[in-house]
């Protein structure tokens, strides 16, 4: 049996009904210092520069994952080749 289900919903409405925050504030408030921030210095404006406070913790994590998928990669490698573990 199969059962098929239209919902006609907004994002915000999805958001709400998932318990998920709404960061529409803080995406506008991010938006609008960029904003300013351009508005300010057109003639040293450094794109990496002006988004560096907000890349940074986001990168971190990235280059964590990274070292991790590394290590679990070298672990199992390691696992496969050892004698004795009775793949033969």
Not at 4 to 11: N, R
Not at 13 to 35: F, N, S, T
Request: without cysteine; glycine residues 12%.
């Amino acid at each position: 049996m199969k059962f098929h289900i239209d919902v006609e919903m907004t994002p915000a409405e999805v958001r709400k009904l998932m318990g998920l925050p709404d960061l529409e504030a803080l995406q506008q408030r991010m938006l609008d210092d960029i904003q300013a921030r351009v508005e300010q210095g057109v003639e040293g404006y450094d794109p990496m520069e002006l988004m560096q406070p907000y890349l940074k913790t986001s990168l971190a994590g990235m280059d964590m994952m990274q070292r991790l998928f590394a290590a679990g990669m070298g672990a199992a490698g390691a696992k496969k080749q050892t004698p004795g573990s009775g793949g033969d």
